[in-house]
Structures are given as C-alpha cells and as structure tokens.
Nanobody, 121 residues
Framework: VQLVESGGGWVQAGGSLRLSCVASGRIFAVDTMGWFRQVPGKERELVATITKTGSTVYADSLEGRFTISRDYTKNTVYLQMNSLKPEDTGVYYC????????????????WGKGTLVTVSS
C-alpha cells in the first residue's frame, strides 16, 4: 500500500490550499484516513481524521478553518485549508490506520512521504 500526497506549496497568510492523498495497492477497504503535520524540532501532530463512516476529528487549534473529506471510490482523502496562518507551516503527512487487502490479510499504520506547506506573513 502506498500513500501519495499532493497540493502543498507556498501561500500568503489568509490564503487557501487543498491537499490530496491517494492510497493505492491491493486494497479491499480502507478504515480511517487522516492528516498530520510536523515542523522542525516538534513532534508530528494530528490535524484531522475521517473514518470509513464519515466521522471526523479535528485538532482544537484549527478553529474550524480546515475541512477533511474523502472519496471512498478512489481511496482518496482531502484537506481543504482556509484562512491559513504562518503557524500552519509544516510538512503534512497522510496516514491510513488500517487496510483490508485483496489477499484477505490486512495492514496497519501507513504514511505518505509528506507535502510541504509554507504560509508567509
């Protein structure tokens, strides 16, 4: 199973970006998908997650500025980021916690390589 993120880049404060992450491989079903971010010198932190039934969790610090969504037919998760602030700068990683494989087995805790988001003031 591979996760590939896209959509990062540079934006001025107050702007918007939309991140995408596609899960590919011998996937039968994907459970929770999510986004985490990391800045140098700090631990990776939760941004948002969405379960297979559509339940969402957001970091309290986001104040309603981000929206996570999912296309179940494409095993893709999105993160719409609005009203971006310089403190949102970081590498954003996609995560899948549990995958049922076409072989009948399963895999856990997959990560993408990350996409850099830079918000200038």
């Amino acid at each position: 199973v591979q996760l590939v993120e896209s959509g990062g880049g540079w934006v001025q404060a107050g702007g918007s970006l939309r991140l995408s992450c596609v899960a590919s491989g011998r996937i039968f079903a994907v459970d929770t998908m999510g986004w985490f971010r990391q800045v140098p010198g700090k631990e990776r932190e939760l941004v948002a997650t969405i379960t297979k039934t559509g339940s969402t969790v957001y970091a309290d610090s986001l104040e309603g500025r981000f929206t996570i969504s999912r296309d179940y037919t494409k095993n893709t998760v999105y993160l719409q980021m609005n009203s971006l602030k310089p403190e949102d700068t970081g590498v954003y990683y996609c995560n899948v916690d549990y995958v049922r494989l076409t072989s009948g087995g399963y895999g856990t805790d997959y990560w993408g390589k990350g996409t850099l988001v830079t918000v200038s003031s």
